[in-house]
């Protein structure tokens, strides 16, 4: 019983100290931002609000977070169509090598937007003149999604049982019918999933945007975060935080829309 | 309304896997038609072949005198019911039953007026707003037939349409779906395994092993008569006996008995034949004392199936079933004597009916 009790405490300590390890940064950067003066300790707000009006006084941070959404909702909606797209037709024909090929995109585009392509990707974008384009950049990130985009759909496709294609088909439906009426609306939760997943990669990739443009009006909101620096070399913690956490809440907002519109429900309709 | 004509239908999958061999099937206008037999027998291809869903490599599908082997299933005019139902879970059971409309831009209004009157018909008036997942399986399933008689098709089809309720609501949907299928009299082939449900609803039957027909009749015909031990071995809820024996002058020896030659096979029997008698237990009488042209032996296991007992003699070592009505069933052990009846014992030759 003793162990038990000692156990008991041990496990609830341990996952107290995991939370606080976690919440900590959280809670400075809901703290900070209202601070006046705020240091690297998480410390009771003055509930200031010069922060943000600095905040607003910089030339490029409100535009490069319309930079930001921009470029992910941009990537979201051609990962979405095209992944969904070339999922459907590999979920449902046959071909031969066909996993094969979807390990191979896999692991490759892991390479795509990684360090290791940096040189030839920036190259490839001078000589297609998509160098310091918002365009280039959207479809040099949609290609490096787009693999694990098709996997992961084509996976959710698999699980939809074709019998309600089938359904529709005998009925008459025509094939772009069949996937308007039928496969779209049954794959909703696995779409939205790669849209908040494309959205959130895009929102914090650092690395392409910085490489591939070199406007600073074109920057998104990560690469902006770089630049909040004072005078001195010194990180600018007001700046910084406030921006920080103007910079997470459309993501944090995002993800509780998408969860309670979709969520991940099956209405049934198939009899198991 | 319209017949369904097979001419030498074949169906090879890739791979070489031969699914359908040369098959040739007519199912008159208006009949009830049920494919039945073991799974991977190749029923279901040869249903999703009517359908349209697979193409035949070889023969012809001709529904309503119109070839429609090329056509796509949605031209071939017929309607479908899946196994699963693949009712629309994104739509409520008005949307689903108008769907086959929406395919046929009916206006909006005149659609789901139409789903009403038919989900009335089928009593579904107080779901027409559910979701297929709130609703119980008997209730999806008549939205199934719902949604397929809506598209008023010449032909329907369904893929075991009942394997998936539970089995007090089959007995209900069976005879529900029999008195649906002789009100709207539209030329319905089904699919099934269960021989019972074959028997009980069909018009007519085809039984299939291995991509072939072993026999078509109706469900009188292939009960009473097999043509061959596998249809005899498949029909019937209680196995048929199928002894192995010779033809001994004007008389047969199965299991060490002496029986005489069934009225079927009279005059059609050699003499020293290897031959196998087959009798349905239920076309068999017990008794207690020894009787002339019977099995005699020891019961070896009483099972109590109701109304009836169904007994289990052991004759010269071989088993043989009989069924006896309740009261009057004997005790393990005891000395027993079945006697078939000689107007339906069968004599298989080859394994066909002789």
Known sequence: MTRFVLGRIGFYTLIAVLLAFFTVPLLWLAAAPFTSNPTYEVSLPDFTVANFAAILEHPYALGSLYNSLLLAVGTAVLVVLLAALAAYALSRVRLPGRDALLYALLLLSSIITGTAAMVPLFQLAVELDLIDSQLGLILILTGGLLPAAVFMLKDFMDSTPKSYEESARVFGASPLQIVGHVVVPLVRPGLATIAVWSIANVWGNFLMPYLLLSDIEKQPGAVIMFTLYTEGGQANLPLLSTFGLLYSVPVVLMYLFVSKKYGFRFHGGIKR | ?354
């Open chain 2, 1 to 354: 309304m319209a017949a369904i004509e097979l001419r030498g239908l074949t169906k090879v999958y890739p791979g070489g896997v031969k699914a359908l061999d040369s098959l040739d099937l007519m199912v008159p206008d208006g009949e009830f038609f049920a494919l039945l037999g073991p799974s991977g027998c190749g029923k279901t291809t040869l249903l999703r072949t009517i359908a349209g869903l697979e193409t035949a490599t070889d023969g012809s599908v001709v529904i309503g005198e119109r070839d429609v082997t090329g056509v796509q299933p949605g031209g071939r005019d017929v309607a479908m019911v899946f196994q699963d139902y693949a009712l629309f879970p994104h739509m409520d059971v008005t949307d689903n039953i108008a769907y086959p409309l929406r395919i046929k831009k009916v206006a909006k209004a005149t659609r789901a007026g139409r789903a009403r009157e038919v989900g009335e018909r089928l009593g579904l008036a107080h779901l027409m707003d559910r979701r297929p997942g709130q609703l119980s399986g008997g209730q999806q399933q008549r939205v199934a037939l719902a949604r397929v008689m809506a598209t008023q098709a010449q032909a329907f089809l369904f893929d075991e349409p009942l394997s998936n309720l539970d089995a007090r609501l089959r007995l209900e949907a069976r005879t529900f779906l029999k008195k649906l299928q002789r009100e709207l009299g539209v030329t319905t082939v089904f699919v099934t395994h269960d021989q019972a449900e074959a028997l009980a609803m069909a018009d007519r039957m085809a039984v299939m092993e291995n991509g072939h027909i072993r026999q078509i009749g109706t469900p009188a015909e292939v009960f009473q008569r097999p043509a061959n031990t596998f249809v005899a071995a498949f029909i019937g809820s209680t196995p048929m006996n199928l002894l192995e024996g010779v033809v001994r002058g004007e008389r047969l020896e199965v299991a060490g008995c002496k029986l005489p030659v069934p009225a079927s096979a009279e005059g059609r029997l050699s003499d020293g034949e290897q031959i196998v008698y087959g009798v349905r237990p239920e076309y068999m009488t017990y008794a207690a004392e020894p009787v002339e042209g019977a099995f005699g032996g020891r019961v070896a296991i009483v099972e109590n199936l109701g109304a009836v007992h169904l007994v289990t003699l052991e004759v010269g070592g071989v088993l043989v079933q009989v069924v006896v009505p309740e009261g009057s069933e004997p005790a393990p052990g005891a000395e027993g004597f079945a006697v078939p009846r000689g107007d339906r014992a069968l004599i298989y030759r080859d394994g066909n009916v002789v």
